[in-house]
């Protein structure tokens, strides 16, 4: 099915939904992800799509989206392994609960808006399943500035960008129990860094005002 849709306005999916193709052309739209939907074939959303807490968006092999996506403890999956998604604007990892972690379940994301971590003062956790990819694109920025650790042993970070681990008011500790690139730069300030899996530092790493980088 083809949606033609024009914004600004929310298109709320709030039952179980599977359809063969779906096409939001209109920038101003929102497609807000209440329950389940799957979309089997064509998926591209010219907006912004926000998947809420233990809610999922499953597509088939290709995703784009043109504005932000929002994943707030929700699961984004691609049925056809590895699945790709390019994601226009920012990418933002939120988390409504702290027993529960937004997942990304075999897909490739490419957030050519960079990474937002809209932590608290608890510690939150982002989980790679499938060989879940997080790419920084250069130019681009993911920033941590509350405790929070990426699982997933068979998953991967590529920074081409830049990561920065920040404490703010307090120290915060950023681990990675995934496999980790950076190709682009590092920052480590006010903080610890932990690599706990596979690493590998092609690009810079900066340590400031006490931080620590561990690499095990």
């Not at 039952?15 to 779906?22: A, G, Y």
């Not at 497609?31 to 809610?55: D, M």
């Amino acid at each position: 099915s083809l949606v033609e849709a024009s914004g600004p306005y929310t298109i709320t999916v709030s039952t179980v939904v599977t359809i063969q193709s779906l096409m939001i052309s209109d920038v101003g739209v929102t497609l807000n992800i209440a329950n389940t939907l799957t979309v089997v074939g064509p998926c591209e959303i010219e907006g912004q799509v926000y998947i809420s807490h233990r809610q999922s968006f499953t597509f088939g092999k290709e995703l784009k989206i043109g504005g932000n996506l929002t994943l707030s403890d929700g699961i984004l999956k691609a049925s056809e392994l590895p699945g790709k998604a390019s994601i226009g604007g920012v990418f933002v990892v939120a988390f409504q609960y702290s027993w529960s972690s937004p997942v990304i379940d075999g897909v490739q994301i490419t957030a050519h808006g960079g990474i937002n971590w809209k932590g608290s003062s608890r510690s939150h956790t982002l989980v790679l399943r499938n060989r879940g990819v997080l790419e920084i694109p250069q130019q681009t920025h993911f920033v941590m500035t509350t405790d929070g650790t990426v699982q997933g042993n068979d998953g991967l970070v590529v920074i081409d960008g830049s990561f920065t681990c920040r404490g703010l008011a307090t120290r915060v500790t950023c681990r990675f129990a995934s496999g980790f690139i950076n190709n682009g730069s590092v920052v480590v300030d006010k903080s610890t860094l932990i690599l706990a899996h596979r690493s590998h530092n092609n690009g810079q790493l900066m340590v400031e005002r006490g931080g620590a980088a561990s690499l095990t």
